[in-house]
Nanobody, 123 residues
């Protein structure tokens, strides 16, 4: 299973960006359970931004509540992060994360990370 993130870029303070992350697996049969977004800045640990269950229950870091919205399209195995009212402190590399249960080949559950997409909030 691979996670491909996109949508990062440079935006001015107060602006918006939408991140996307699609799960795929050539030749694999799988289902995606929890999905989420994390972010990391140089010298700091990766931190949770938001998560969403397969049923749509969400959880947010206090720092982004009311500004960011996580959603998913289960048919497309894709998770989104709509980021509004962006602040300079939101500048980071954003990583998507997913728990996948693979049915073929083999049967196992594993946690996956995407490659990261850079979000820069600056005037």
């Amino acid at each position: 299973v691979q996670l491909q993130a996109s949508g990062g870029g440079l935006v001015q303070p107060g602006g918006s960006l939408r991140l996307s992350c699609a799960a795929s697996g050539s030749g694999s049969i799988f289902s995606i359970n929890n999905m989420g977004w994390y972010r990391q800045t140089p010298g700091k640990q990766r931190e949770l931004v938001a998560t969403i269950t397969s049923g749509g229950s969400t959880n947010y870091a206090d720092s982004v509540k009311g500004r960011f919205t996580i959603s998913r399209d289960n048919a497309k195995n894709t998770v989104y992060l709509q980021m509004n009212s962006l602040k300079p402190e939101d500048t980071a590399v954003y990583y998507c994360n997913a728990d996948a249960h693979v049915y073929y080949p083999g049967t196992y559950t594993r946690n996956y990370w995407g490659q990261g997409t850079l979000v820069t909030v600056s005037s």
